[in-house]
């Protein structure tokens, strides 16, 4: 089983910036996938971000474009999600997942391990 921990949350303005990190550890052999979700107070979780193991394939969902890049340091087993441009929707408790297979990489129901999840605050 892999592990998860995330890390970088934090409260901001609107229109500043964020990284988190996500370290992985345990067998992380099952970990070809990993994606950030994120799911605010009364809402459904939310698939973010996704990156395969070799950086090859990346996934944004159409809300984060442009603001939010992913990457992974495959000598870390660490992903990374920096998020700029920051703004109050963006406010949410944010998860990230592995699986070893993704055929829909925004559905939770892929993923069979998850960390904690750090919080993340934009104020207007």
């Known amino acids: 089983q892999v592990r998860l921990v995330e890390s970088g949350g934090g409260s901001v303005q609107a229109g500043g910036s964020l990284r988190l990190s996500c370290a992985a550890s345990?067998?992380?052999?099952?970990?070809?996938?990993i994606t950030w979700f994120r799911q605010a107070p009364g809402k459904e979780r939310e698939g973010v971000a996704s990156i395969d193991r070799q950086s090859s394939w990346i996934a944004y969902a159409n809300s984060v474009k442009g603001r939010f890049t992913i990457s992974r340091d495959a000598a870390k087993n660490t992903v990374y999600l920096q998020m700029n441009s920051l703004k109050p929707e963006d406010t949410a408790m944010y998860f990230c997942?592995?699986?070893?297979?993704?055929?829909?990489?925004?559905?939770?129901?892929?993923?069979?391990?998850w960390g904690q999840g750090t919080q993340v605050t934009v104020s207007s």
């Open positions: 997942a592995a699986t070893l297979h993704a055929n829909a990489w925004v559905d939770s129901r892929e993923y069979n391990a």
């Open positions: 345990g067998n992380t052999f099952s970990a070809e996938y």
